[in-house]
């Protein structure tokens, strides 16, 4: 019911900060969230959105440096990455569900509609 695209990854060097953005096709106000797979890891949750933008969770190795956001006008997700860390190199996915969402969802990724990714690289 949902189509989701990412894009504004790329390749940047550590400090660096990057904005990530997700077209949704859908409802707007469906609870949606960033999560993030780096090679040879399984996907973890990094920050999500409850039912229209009631609330909003951040994984313990963002926080302070993520920020998500909601554009109601461009019907986009937004993730803001300032201080870049090697570690946050992963593919990063935007996902939504059709019920609200709480934390515990979000960690364990129970979600129902995913992007195909955006590939974010941070180097030394």
């Known amino acids: 019911q949902v189509q989701l695209v990412e894009s504004g990854g790329g390749l940047v060097q550590a400090g660096d900060s990057l904005r990530l953005s997700c077209a949704a096709s859908?409802?707007?106000?469906?609870?949606m969230g960033w999560f993030r797979q780096a090679p040879g890891k399984e996907r973890e949750f990094v920050a999500g959105?409850?039912?229209?933008?009631?609330?909003?969770y951040y994984a313990d190795s963002v926080k302070g440096r993520f920020t998500i956001s909601r554009d109601n006008a461009d019907n986009t997700l937004a993730l803001q990455m300032n201080s870049l860390k090697p570690e946050d190199t992963a593919v990063y996915y935007c996902?939504?569900?059709?019920?609200?969402?709480?934390?515990?969802?979000?960690?364990?990724?129970?979600?129902?509609?995913w992007g195909k990714g955006t590939l974010v690289t941070v180097s030394l």
């Open positions: 859908g409802r707007i106000n469906y609870p």
């Open positions: 959105s409850r039912w229209s933008g009631i609330g909003a």
């Open positions: 996902a939504a569900d059709f019920r609200d969402r709480i934390y515990s969802d979000f960690a364990s990724l129970r979600m129902s509609y």
